[in-house]
């Protein structure tokens, strides 16, 4: 009988952890995006399109590289049972300083075609030559951060990773904008991310960390991170192509100015995805790998959690699909309209990915990253079937062509599922179709409305469309939280 109310109140305190972490990443999340908005609308008058499609280039080649090399350190001191273990941070620290130190040797060597390769398309382009190796003094820098930060996640102290992210933030996007007010240039977004990088190591040394970390590498600990984190690395390595591979083929074929447009798009409408992302490694992931030797348990909790996040992540794309062509032509310069559009059409993409992200974290606390592994190559095959349809339907065939690809590797990953395929799948059409009626018969809508009536009246019905759809839907999570 002890035993049962042990276990009870450990479920509990757990619920209260998580319920507690979600808010505090929803809010912290909230807070970052509506300064990153703000960043971008002051940017938007102050600098032109082509400087963001060159960041495009800048930053798809700095994660290119990083994704490319992870080997999954925060994620395997997560997982691991001894992630605390003083001498397991200190190998995990010393494995991240060699590979952040090596990235920005590999960045210089490849600054020099990665400029020539695209500068073919636009002159301009030719400048990454030295962006590049600047630019890389960000990861240079990123790989002293204590690994203390992992272990926040791993103890779901939401409240402490969400202050540092934000005043981490706070400190980037005012250098940038001091920067572009005084040379609005290219500089102003490169000197902003190097900035937090120096920032967020040095909270993690001085304020959070409660121990030092040394150099020092354990041969077993070592074994253990290589041996969960070698699948993760090719994992990321095709994530990274799945999610970025869209920039590097359009880079060949689109103006830096259309690349950039394409870019602003892509940030707005990620907004939903990134939900669904930093609800999954912050919370989802340590919550199921606590229940890691409990598959039907960690399913049971694993179709609740993500009931919740399905549920804001249809609230964001719906009133995005409806709100984001209003929003470009209120508040941005007229250089940047058709973004608006564009976003209309990458909501379906972002939605897939949500449905596919929302559940990959499952085989992960598993300790299955083979699977993930797999799942991303599947959904990196997606790019070739967008890329042909872009030759006869333009980019918004070539963002409803990417959408293919996370679809199939949802499917994927519902089949090899230990228990509850049915009622994932059931969970993601449910939704889906949700999404698609709701959004789809609203954005019909206000396409008639902005023929038909006049420009107050549009403005006014479309913003209540809006209100109405995140509060019906926020109290759909609050019910389902009650519960």
């Not at 049972?81 to 010393?94: C, E, M, P, Q, V």
């Not at 990123?142 to 540092?164: D, N, Q, R, S």
Request: with cysteine.
């Amino acid at each position: 009988m002890g035993d049962n109310n042990t276990e009870k109140n450990k479920e509990l305190s757990l619920k209260e952890r998580v319920l507690r972490g979600s808010a505090l990443t929803l809010f912290g999340f909230g807070f970052s995006r509506a300064l990153r908005l703000g960043n971008h609308l002051i940017l938007a008058w102050l600098l032109a399109p082509e400087i963001f499609g060159l960041m495009a280039l800048v930053k798809v080649f700095m994660q290119g590289l990083g994704m490319f090399t992870d080997i999954g350190i925060g994620p395997s001191i997560i997982q691991s049972k001894r992630g605390h273990d003083i001498t397991f941070l200190n190998t995990a620290w010393s494995i991240q300083v060699l590979r952040g130190a090596g990235l920005w040797l590999i960045t210089c060597i490849l600054a020099w075609p990665f400029s020539l390769f695209y500068g073919k398309n636009d002159p301009a382009a030719s400048q990454l030559v030295y962006l590049l190796p600047v630019s890389g003094l960000s990861v240079l820098i990123g790989g002293f951060k204590h690994p203390v930060m992992y272990t926040l996640e791993k103890e779901l102290k939401i409240g402490k990773i969400t202050i540092i992210q934000i005043v981490s933030q706070l400190v980037s996007l005012a250098t940038i904008i001091i920067w572009a007010l005084i040379k609005p240039s290219i500089w102003a977004l490169i000197a902003g991310s190097i900035v937090s990088a120096f920032f967020n190591v040095i909270i993690s040394h001085t304020i959070i960390a409660k121990h030092r970390v040394r150099f020092q590498i354990e041969k077993e600990f070592l074994g253990e991170i290589i041996s969960f984190g070698r699948w993760i690395m090719l994992s990321t390595a095709f994530t990274f192509l799945s999610n970025n591979m869209d920039k590097l083929i359009l880079g060949k074929v689109l103006s830096l100015k259309e690349l950039g447009i394409y870019g602003i798009a892509t940030t707005l409408t990620k907004m939903a995805l990134d939900i669904a992302t930093r609800l999954g490694s912050s919370i989802m992931y340590p919550v199921y790998s606590k229940f890691q030797d409990d598959t039907k348990k960690l399913m049971s909790i694993a179709l609740k959690s993500r009931d919740i996040v399905l549920w804001i992540g249809f609230t964001v794309s719906v009133a995005m699909a409806v709100g984001s062509p209003l929003f470009f032509q209120t508040l941005w310069d007229v250089r940047y309209q058709y973004a608006g559009v564009l976003a209309q059409w990458m909501i379906i993409l972002m939605w897939t990915r949500i449905l596919l992200y929302t559940m990959s974290r499952i085989p992960l606390s598993l300790g299955n990253s083979k699977s993930l592994f797999i799942s991303n190559v599947i959904q990196t095959m997606g790019i070739f079937i967008a890329a042909g349809i872009y030759q006869f339907a333009g980019l918004p065939g070539f963002i409803v062509g990417l959408a293919i690809g996370p679809i199939a590797a949802h499917v994927y990953l519902t089949m090899i599922l230990p228990v509850m395929r049915k009622e994932m799948l059931i969970q993601s059409s449910v939704f889906s179709v949700l999404t698609l009626i709701a959004g789809g018969a609203m954005v019909f809508f206000n396409s008639w409305l902005e023929t038909n009536s006049s420009e107050p009246v549009w403005f006014v019905v479309v913003i209540s469309m809006v209100i109405l759809i995140c509060l019906i839907s926020l109290l759909t999570v609050y019910r389902k939280i009650k519960r």
